[in-house]
């Protein structure tokens, strides 16, 4: 169980990891971002990083929703190599009719229930999750709009990872709020617990998941057909 670790002080923040891609936001924050996902990171190589935007993407359910944003938060500090599954979670806007539950913050809420469930493996209290989300890293399969971006900075993640780029969202027409992450980690230098931002991770897998919705000429994710227009589990 790697609980016991979850709950342990996070010093290693005020050493940043060396690294010629890293830029250091504010001396009191050690907020960084990391351009080339391919460098191992925190100890964690790319594989790993791949292995887990392709959960991402399966946490979507099925292979071509429309608002294709999924999002898994794992435990790298215990002591599995590959790290452990801790929640998912999926745009689930339309179907609740809550406008704010993208991927990320569905998983956040996921992440909250199951470490409080006094049932579950985790039994914490809820000043114990607050002080795990700080050992957890976010993953999601595109860049996070500046609400879930602000989110994860306030859950104070070890890391927040991603794939699809706003700008290539944009690209494709999706509406956005243009505000790249990296802007929401500059602009929270007064909170605690600095997170590390990995961009770019596996867009070769996660672009499809988006590039069709508004291009007819592109074609559907895996396991998807067109019919009528748009892309169907085929």
């Known amino acids: 169980m790697w609980l016991p670790l979850l709950l342990q002080a996070v010093s290693f923040f005020s050493s940043p990891v060396l690294s010629h891609d890293d830029h250091h936001f504010h001396p009191r924050s050690q907020q960084t971002v990391v351009s080339d996902p391919t460098l191992s990171i925190n100890g964690i190589p790319f594989s790993t990083r791949a292995y887990w935007m392709r959960q991402a993407n399966l946490a979507l359910g099925k292979p071509c929703p429309f608002a294709a944003f999924g999002t898994v938060i794992v435990n790298h500090t215990g002591s599995s190599e590959l790290g452990e599954l801790v929640c998912t979670g999926a745009n689930s806007g339309s179907t609740t009719g809550n406008p704010t539950l993208h991927g990320e913050m569905s998983a956040i809420a996921n992440c909250t229930r199951i470490l409080t469930d006094p049932s579950g493996p985790y ?112």
């Open 123 to 234: 039994k914490l209290s809820p000043s114990e999750a607050s002080a795990a989300f700080p050992r957890l890293s976010l993953y999601t399969n595109a860049e996070s709009c500046p609400m879930c971006a602000s989110a994860i900075r306030w859950a104070g993640f070890r890391e927040y990872v991603y794939g699809t780029t706003i700008d290539a969202l944009v690209a494709k027409g999706w509406g956005q709020i243009r505000i790249p992450s990296v802007e929401v980690l500059r602009q929270s230098f007064d909170l605690p617990n600095p997170s590390r931002l990995v961009a770019g991770v596996l867009t070769n897998e996660t672009d499809p998941f988006f590039f069709w919705q508004y291009d007819p000429a592109y074609p559907c994710p895996k396991g998807c057909a067109r019919v009528g227009g748009t892309c169907q589990a085929a």
